[in-house]
DNA sequence: TCTTATATTAAGAAATACTGGATATATTGA
DNA sequence: TCAATATATCCAGTATTTCTTAATATAAGA
């Protein structure tokens, strides 16, 4: 598969025929038929319905035609980064929902004091999808929980230890956990993070065997199914700090009760390496009793070997 | 670029030199140094440093290794769904957060009174991405706001119209809402979505001169930003569900109040539509007096033209 | 310092991509 | 209904790109 294919592919939707897509990708419309067949075998799929002209997309055809424009928007954000185009003064930064976003509020208004200029363009989304895009450059630096493995070009340092909580909706009987774990729907947390398998390895572990409801992968969206009484779940401290929380049934997960870490990602090599320090500083200052201070090696990195 | 390349590089990072990942991808070790130098030419950047043995990947060559993965990925996740590669029985549904997530439980309890054995797997989103992956077939359907020109395999079914607040944190004086505009910071919602550009319109058409804070791109977030005291927003209703968003302060945004609509956005040719039928009613259902029942054509896709 | 392993360079072979011309097919207008 | 027009495909030849082979260069280890 050739980026040259996929721009091709792309000028056929945008242009509406062969012939004019030809003049846009400067090659001959023989050339673009030719391009697009060889797709089509690799794919072993028709792209085109050929009956009628010009030919249309087919439902595959426009599956692929999302893929493409997937992939070429990769590869010029990409090379974007790589030339070293970005928005002066502004901090892409990206967070997990569940975990620290409730201090980043806080967090932000206070680097404001040592940056009066600065500017936080602030994305949520999923720890898979922050790393790739700080690895990328998408993003300078993201919130998220500790992960088995991150990129080399990243390094992680941890501002958070929070401990992790079996929750079960309201005026739920908790005197038997393994009971409850074994009968009471359950939510399970679906995603590719080390605290997934954390909670997923313990209830091994505990020999019981969960009737899954449902896998959802956003921890707040959790909290959220199981305040509406959809089942029971395991997540984090930091999930359960909206007051209406405190309705929930919880009880401490693992003996002794087991804790995971959130903490900042950023570029090894990256020109914003001193702002992203202080916003470190002062997440763990929010955190108090559970923040944790960054050591002056990347340890972080060490420890991920 | 050319995907063989790609394999290559990611070849070279897991094998460690180009003489065992020229074995993986079945080329001499020839051919590997000049593929790399061609996508060196390419990106007019190094992408390993070549003054020890093996040569070792640059900060640039991992940002380019990350983008390979993810296009190699999105390459394979393309073909296994155009081969039709699917786990058996598992509705694979997208959210985004703060709009009816609230009513999935609910939903899909409702749900299994229909299918018993019917499982989800909800992943909570981005609009832009869940549409993007419904498009390239990684999920069945999600839940999104209106778009502008959804791509022409989808079509979107709202379920839901709901009013926009302007939200403040509690106790702000509300009796003149332009100063208010004009004074307070203002957290903006930047999204590729049409709520981003409605809010930033009226706003335009108020004339007043927000005075940023930040830019955030989730409606959740935007929430938990302002009931911590950052600033004030225009926020649509249903992310005002939790109790404690009833001591924020909140005013009618526009005059008469806009509304914006919600609603599934699937492929045309799914074998999972009928499901997702009864999913759209299900859902209006629950959304009682702002609920939008489904049109007998796909009425949207006429809409979007 | 010498040997070994690996990467690069240069030249040629093999494979692929593209052009040009002819043919096929769908659409449009008379 | 038929002719004209526009567009896509097929086929053969040419141009370009990719890969292999052999020789050379470079780094690492004994």
């Known amino acids: 598969m050739d980026t040259r294919q996929l721009k091709t592919l792309v000028a056929i939707s945008t242009q509406g025929t062969f012939a004019r897509a030809a003049d846009i990708v400067a090659l001959t419309p023989s050339a673009v038929s030719q391009q697009i067949q060889a797709l089509e075998q690799e794919l072993n799929t028709e792209l085109f319905e050929r009956t009628s002209r010009p030919p249309k997309l087919t439902p595959h055809g426009l599956q692929v035609l999302e893929m493409a424009k997937d992939m070429l928007r990769l590869e010029e954000d990409t090379k974007a980064s790589l030339r070293g185009d970005r928005i002066a003064g502004t901090l892409m930064l990206g967070s997990v929902r569940s975990s620290a976003l409730n201090l980043l509020p806080k967090a932000i208004l206070r680097m404001r004091n040592l940056y009066p200029d600065l500017k936080t363009n602030l994305r949520v989304s999923l720890s898979s999808t922050l790393i790739s895009d700080v690895a990328a450059g998408r993003l300078d630096a993201a919130i998220v929980a500790e992960h088995l493995g991150f990129p080399p070009a990243l390094r992680w340092s ?103 870490q959130i903490g900042i990602v950023e570029r090894i090599v990256s020109p914003r390496g001193e702002i992203i320090a202080h916003m470190h500083e002062v997440l763990a200052e929010l955190c108090r009793e559970h923040g944790v201070r960054r050591e002056v090696s990347t340890s972080a990195t060490v420890m991920s070997r």
Chains 1, 2 share one sequence.
């Open 158 to 260: 941890p501002f958070l230890r929070e401990p992790l909580w079996l929750i079960a909706p309201e005026g739920t009987d908790i005197t038997d956990p393994i009971r409850l774990l074994n009968s009471r729907p359950y939510i399970r947390f679906r995603s590719a993070v080390p605290l997934a398998n954390l909670i997923d390895t313990e209830i091994s572990r505990l020999g019981v065997v969960p009737q899954d409801i449902a896998e959802i992968d956003t921890i707040g969206s959790i909290v959220t199914c199981v305040r509406q009484g959809m089942g029971i779940s395991v997540v984090p401290h930091v999930a359960l700090q909206e007051p209406e929380d405190d309705r929930l049934t919880r009880l401490p997960f693992g003996s002794p009760q087991i804790t995971r």
